[in-house]
């Protein structure tokens, strides 16, 4: 059974910074993409970053050039690195995994971590 573990949230003042981390546990992979989306109350969940199995990155544009996405492949853990953090990226984040990480952009696979919440104060 495949199990994802965020961790790394928290509470922040605008323009502080926090690293969100995800650990993959349960089997094997050998070539997977990681991704990371949030959910603000009120709001559909949205993609935010994910990297694929080759290690290109992809981000939405509100957070480029603010959060950058790496991954361990030895630890199959993917970090969210969060700068110039802003009231709007308040929400709860979730880690997502997809099996197959080939391909251009990032396609939503099908396990889900439990979520973390980052709050942003103003």
């Known amino acids: 059974q495949v199990q994802l573990v965020e961790s790394g949230g928290g509470l922040v003042h605008a323009g502080g910074s926090l690293r969100l981390s995800c650990a993959a546990s349960?089997?094997?992979?050998?070539?997977?993409?990681m991704g990371w989306f949030r959910q603000a109350p009120g709001k559909e969940r949205e993609f935010v970053a994910g990297?694929?199995?080759?290690?290109?990155?992809y981000y939405t544009d509100s957070v480029k050039g603010r959060f950058t996405i790496t991954r361990d492949n030895a630890k199959i853990t993917v970090y969210l690195h969060m700068n110039s953090l802003k009231s709007e990226d308040t929400a709860v984040y979730y880690c997502?995994?997809?099996?197959?990480?080939?391909?251009?952009?990032?396609?939503?696979?099908?396990?889900w971590g439990q979520g973390t919440q980052v709050t942003v104060s103003s």
């Open positions: 990297i694929n199995g080759g290690g290109s990155t």
């Open positions: 349960g089997r094997t992979f050998d070539n997977y993409s």
């Open positions: 997502n995994l997809n099996e197959n990480g080939d391909g251009y952009g990032y396609t939503t696979g099908d396990y």
